[in-house]
């Protein structure tokens, strides 16, 4: 039997200090990153899965089966104050994310996949986004010359759009 000599590098390795995001396209302009300990699944919904519901704000598409459950889907663009998706498509790109009990699709215009960074590369957002968007937002990161929103999905869940007590 040979034995072999394994060696640990000394310095840890910068990606598994790194954490999780999926990134996405909000809207033409604006790319944004959520926190994959929230998010549960990325998937394409036909509109046809989405029924909508009367007297409903104007952010919140319907209701749709996911995993045996129904769940509400949300523009999250418009959600946000942001130019709205364009409704001529055939099917969402939809980000289901849980939070405590709490589980909603939100439906952005492309998702990208997912990037790493650490929590120090977070930087405030106020005076480089709307106001709008700073309470559901932990920050702003830049990454290859582009900034993407870090939004907080507690926020979003918690989000009095959301709520109809």
């Known amino acids: 039997m040979t034995s072999t000599n394994i060696t640990l590098p000394l310095k840890p390795n910068q990606n598994n200090l790194a ?3 999926l990134k996405f396209q909000l809207n033409q302009q604006t790319a944004a990153v959520l ?3 929230h998010t549960q699944e990325a998937i394409i919904v036909p509109i046809e899965a989405v ?3 009367p007297n409903m704000p104007t952010c919140i598409l319907g209701l749709m089966n996911w995993r045996s459950r129904i769940i509400w889907v949300v523009d999250l663009p418009r959600m946000l104050n942001l130019e709205s998706l364009d409704y001529r498509l055939r099917q969402y790109s939809a980000i289901v994310i849980q939070v405590e009990s709490l ?3 939100l439906v952005v215009q492309e998702i990208k996949g997912t ?4 929590a120090d590369e ?5 005076g480089q986004v709307a106001s709008s968007l700073v309470p559901y ?3 702003c990161v ?3 010359e582009e900034i993407l929103l870090v939004l907080d999905a507690q926020a979003i869940g918690q989000s009095s759009i959301l709520r109809s007590d």
């Open 103 to 105: 589980v909603l699709a």
């Open 137 to 139: 937002l932990c920050g």
């Open 35 to 37: 926190s994959m300990k």
């Open 51 to 53: 029924t909508s519901m």
């Open 122 to 126: 977070i930087h405030s957002p106020i």
């Open 115 to 118: 990037t790493k960074f650490i």
């Open 19 to 21: 954490d999780s995001y």
């Open 142 to 144: 830049v990454q290859q």
